[in-house]
């Protein structure tokens, strides 16, 4: 029945990604890219990978759709006409899913006991987490603990991204004159967005700081938390129009998230090596070293969770505060 | 009493997939946009209420209730807001509601 399930849903996306190729007006892409999202979400969750769906739903199907919306409005809705045949691209295309298509025969069959990744480390991992870290959740155990330190690069990464993004889109100095501009009065004028988003708001925030501090139980952690609550200041911008927005949370702020997040995530590992450990080794953060564990997940998803709320938060104003060409 | 919660279960997720589907056929045939969207509104509300009042019943007195209840107050709130605010932005970028059929009823009453 699952299987069923999961094939219907593969071949819907193969169905929408080949509709996004043929949509010649941006908006329908973008729409297709969010329920393209939302099925790979629900396929993850198929697979019994709870976090990665979760994750491409909050970022993938949510923020994503709104930084694309924001960057449409800046541009025009339909692609440009292309005129010159890509003649290299095809044999290129051909050749690489050829190569993919042929490397999926030897992928092991789903589920199978005796795939590789069922006997390299994962065994260990599964072994280890309830005696060295003790979070019910081995994933967040994995990213948090045992491979801090790609995560630390992940967050680096999502910092990094965000100052490419300010960097590529403050080139020029928004205009002081437009403060009448549609954009800066929001659906302050309509009634009913405007109540509704009223009251869901403060849902968001709170199921983002639920997932934040419950990743350590069940899925969720700083990444998905980040966007969640994201979301809901942009919904907040949206609502009531982005000079309230900025006045209520002004840019100083989230640069200090952005940047302070990810130093937040490194000062940890210091500390570690400060106590005597090795760099983001927290079981010497405190005497008993699974609480120390329990500390250090603690502050680092607390770390992720604030960058990335920063920075997408900077992105969605970037955007915003940029006039229409 | 397990029975009689079954059956009324089933009843209710048949009608939500029953509605479900008039809804996404009334998407595709219904002439206008508003039309189109007013088909599209079923499935928002009514078809999501009834598939999740029968999978409340099925799951019975669990934390899968609490969350289902939390599903339905969430979607009672974003479905109808988000129908409004698509109808809302189609009508500002100046699509008028197709009133022809209304109007040549009247004329020939007239």
Same mark, same amino acid.
């Given at each position: ?63 994503? *759709?709104?930084?694309?919306?924001? %960057?449409?409005?800046?541009? &025009?809705? =339909?692609?440009? @006409?292309? +005129? #010159? ?91 002081? *004159?437009?403060?009448?501009?549609? %954009?800066?009065?929001?659906? &302050?004028? =309509?009634?009913? @967005?405007? +109540? #509704? ?129 | ?110």
């Amino acid at each position: 029945m699952t299987i069923l399930f999961a094939v219907f849903l593969l071949s819907l996306l193969v169905i929408i990604a080949v509709a996004i190729i043929r949509a010649e007006n941006l908006f329908v892409a973008l729409m297709l890219t969010t329920i393209f999202s939302l099925l790979m979400a629900t396929n993850f969750f198929i697979l019994d990978a709870a976090d990665v769906a979760l994750t491409e739903a909050a970022i993938g199907a949510g923020i994503t *759709t709104v930084i694309f919306l924001g %960057a449409l409005a800046l541009t &025009s809705e =339909h692609e440009k @006409p292309f +005129v #010159a045949v890509p003649w290299l691209a095809l044999p290129v295309v051909a050749v690489t899913a050829a190569l993919l298509i042929f490397a999926s025969f030897d992928n092991p069959r789903l589920g199978d006991p005796e795939a590789p990744i069922h006997q390299h480390v994962v065994p260990w991992y599964l072994e280890q987490t309830p005696k060295l870290v003790d979070i019910p959740n081995v994933v967040t155990a994995i990213l948090g603990s045992f491979r801090a330190f790609d995560t630390l690069g992940e967050v680096f990464v999502i910092f990094a991204a965000c100052i490419g993004v300010l960097f590529l889109l403050s080139a020029r100095k928004p205009s002081e *004159t437009r403060c009448t501009a549609p %954009a800066s009065v929001g659906l &302050s004028q =309509h009634l009913i @967005p405007k +109540v #509704a988003g009223r009251f869901i708001l403060p849902f968001i925030i709170l199921f983002g700081f639920y997932v934040q501090f419950h990743g350590d139980f069940g899925p969720g952690g700083g990444f998905q938390a980040g966007a969640i609550v994201a979301t809901g200041l942009i919904l907040f911008a949206l609502l009531e129009g982005e000079e309230r927005a900025l006045r209520a949370f002004p840019r100083w702020i989230m640069m200090a998230m952005a940047a302070g997040g990810a130093l937040l995530y490194a000062l940890v590992g210091v500390a570690g090596i400060a106590m005597g450990g090795k760099f983001l080794d927290y079981s010497v953060l405190s005497s008993d070293p699974i609480a120390g564990q329990h500390l250090g997940i603690l502050l680092i998803e607390a770390g992720v969770g604030i960058t990335v709320c920063g920075s997408l938060l900077l992105i969605f104003h970037a955007f915003a505060a940029r006039e229409s060409f | 009493m397990n029975q009689v919660l079954d059956v009324l279960s089933w009843v209710l997720l048949s009608c939500g997939g029953f509605f479900i589907l008039v809804g996404g056929i009334g998407a595709l045939r219904m002439p206008s946009f508003y039309t189109r969207m007013h088909a599209a509104s079923v499935t928002d509300t009514m078809a999501s209420f009834l598939v999740i009042g029968g999978l409340i019943l099925q799951a019975g007195w669990s934390l899968a209730t609490v969350k289902l209840v939390a599903i339905i107050l969430f979607l009672m709130l974003t479905s109808p807001t988000s129908s409004y605010a698509v109808a809302n932005a189609a009508l500002l970028s100046g699509m008028k509601p197709d009133t022809k059929f209304k109007a040549n009823k009247g004329g020939r009453e007239s």
